[in-house]
C-alpha cells in the first residue's frame, strides 16, 4: 500500500504531464504546426453572384465543355496528337484551352457534360477534379457539371463525386433535385425515388431592371445518364432512367405554369428550355439534318427510355447538348428539337490527330419590348478550334421565337 507522500508525488506528475501537454498544445496551434488543423483547415465554399440572370445587354452565354478526360496533370500524355505535338502535350493542354476559351468568350456560367476526369488514369479523383474545374474556379463563374462513364472509375463513387462538385467554388451543381412548393418556394425538399446523382435544373432570370427581371426566362435541365449496364447479359451505355424523366416531366410543368400570369403578354412566350447530359439518345444515329460533322457512331444505350417523347411532350426545351462521342461536333435535328454534341475538348481523351479539339459555345438573347427586354427571343450557338485564331465554326440558329419548330 503506498504511502501518502508516494500519492502526492504521482499527482505531481501527472499534473505536471498535464501541464506539458496542454502548452505543447497551444504552441501548436499557434504555430499552425498541428497536421489535423493545417491540412484539414474548414474552408468555406465561394459562391457566384446569384440567381442566374442575363446580363443588362439581354444575353447569356454558355460555355459547353465535353469530355475533359482529366488525369494526373503533367505526366498524362495526350492521346491522337500529331507527333510534332506529342513529347509536350498533357492534361495542362485541356486546362490551357479552357483557360481561352474562357478569355476569348467571356461566357456567363459554364456547363461541363461528363467525362470530366478520366478514371483510370487518376490515382486521387479529388486532386484530378480541382485540377479539372480549376480554371472555372478561378475564373469566379457559375459552372455546372453531369457525370459521364467514366468519372467514377477512381476513388470516389458517382454519388461522392457529384456531393463533391456541388461543394466545390463557385459551382451550382446539385447531387439530387428539389422538390419545389409553387405555394410556397422557400419549402423545398430532396426528391426521393430518383434514379442517378446530378438530377436538378437551374433558371435564368431576366435582365436587370426589366419587368421579368424577377421570373425565370430560360431553363436548364441537367440529367444523369449513367455509366454502364448489362441488359440481357450483353453489357451496353447507361440511359435516363423512367423516375427522372418522370421528375423532369413534373419540374416543367411547375416552371411552365409559374409564368402563366405573364404568358398572355406579346412580349413574352413560354420559358424555353435547354437539355445538358452526357450519353446521347438512340435516335441521335438516325438524324438526318445536321450542321458539323458525324464522324463516329453514336455510342449509346441498347435501351431506349422514351428521353425523345418526352422531350416533345413537355414542348419547352428546344435543344439538348451531350458528350461522349468525342469526333462527333454536329447538331441534328429530331422532332423539332436540336440534339447538339460538344466534340472532343480534352487531350487526354480519344480524338483524331490534326482535328483540333474543340468546344460549344450557346448564346440566348431576349427580345426588345418598346421599353424593355422581354422573353427570349433566339437561341444560337457556335464552336471554337484550339487552333492559333480559336477559330469560330458552325454557327446556327438552334430556336427562333418567331419561327419556332
Not at 499527482?11 to 498541428?34: E, K, R, T, V
Not at 463525386?161 to 409553387?182: G, H, K, R, W
Not at 400570369?261 to 424555353?272: G, L, N, V
Request: with cysteine; hydrophobic share 40%.
Amino acid at each position: 500500500m503506498k504511502s501518502a507522500s508516494e500519492k502526492t508525488w504521482l499527482l505531481s506528475i501527472l499534473y505536471l504531464s498535464c501541464i506539458i501537454s496542454f502548452l505543447s498544445l497551444i504552441h501548436a496551434l499557434i504555430s499552425g504546426q498541428l497536421i489535423l488543423l493545417s491540412h484539414a483547415s474548414v474552408k468555406l465554399k465561394k459562391q457566384p453572384d446569384l440567381p442566374l440572370r442575363f446580363r443588362a445587354d439581354g444575353t447569356f452565354k454558355i460555355l459547353q465543355v465535353a469530355d475533359i478526360h482529366y488525369g494526373n496533370g503533367i505526366l498524362t500524355r495526350c492521346r491522337d496528337v500529331l507527333p510534332s505535338e506529342f513529347d509536350r502535350c498533357s492534361d495542362l493542354n485541356s486546362t490551357r484551352f479552357l483557360k481561352r476559351m474562357i478569355d476569348a468568350e467571356k461566357p456567363d456560367f459554364i456547363a461541363f457534360t461528363g467525362d470530366n476526369i478520366f478514371g483510370t488514369s487518376t490515382p486521387d479523383a479529388a486532386e484530378s477534379m480541382f485540377e479539372a474545374f480549376g480554371p472555372a474556379m478561378e475564373s469566379r463563374l457559375p459552372w455546372a457539371a453531369v457525370l459521364g462513364n467514366h468519372d467514377q472509375e477512381s476513388t470516389m463513387t458517382r454519388e461522392e463525386l457529384m456531393f463533391f462538385i456541388s461543394l466545390m467554388d463557385y459551382s451550382v451543381s446539385q447531387t439530387n433535385p428539389l422538390a419545389e412548393d409553387i405555394s410556397e418556394p422557400s419549402n423545398q425538399s430532396l426528391v426521393a425515388d430518383i434514379d442517378g446523382f446530378g438530377n436538378y435544373n437551374l433558371r435564368i432570370w431576366g435582365a436587370p431592371g426589366s419587368h421579368l427581371a424577377n421570373h425565370s426566362v430560360l431553363n436548364l435541365y441537367f440529367l444523369d445518364s449513367g455509366d454502364r449496364a448489362i441488359v440481357n447479359g450483353v453489357q451496353t451505355y447507361g440511359w435516363i432512367k423512367e423516375s427522372q424523366l418522370r421528375w423532369l416531366r413534373g419540374i416543367s410543368e411547375v416552371l411552365q405554369g409559374q409564368n402563366l400570369d405573364i404568358q398572355q403578354s406579346a412580349d413574352f412566350s413560354s420559358p424555353p428550355a435547354l437539355a445538358f447530359f452526357h450519353i446521347p439518345i438512340p435516335e441521335v444515329r438516325q438524324v438526318k439534318e445536321i450542321v458539323g460533322q458525324y464522324q463516329e457512331y453514336a455510342a449509346c444505350s441498347s435501351v431506349n427510355s422514351g428521353v425523345l417523347q418526352t422531350l416533345v411532350s413537355m414542348g419547352d426545351v428546344k435543344a439538348v447538348f451531350t458528350g461522349h462521342d468525342h469526333t462527333n461536333d454536329f447538331c441534328g435535328n429530331l422532332r423539332g428539337i436540336w440534339f447538339c454534341y460538344g466534340g472532343g475538348f480534352g487531350y487526354h481523351a480519344y480524338g483524331r490527330a490534326g482535328w483540333p479539339r474543340r468546344a460549344r459555345v450557346i448564346l440566348a438573347e431576349l427580345g426588345k419590348g418598346d421599353k424593355t427586354w422581354v422573353g427570349v427571343k433566339r437561341i444560337k450557338t457556335w464552336k471554337r478550334l484550339d487552333d492559333a485564331n480559336l477559330s469560330k465554326i458552325d454557327e446556327q440558329v438552334l430556336w427562333d421565337w418567331w419561327s419556332p419548330r
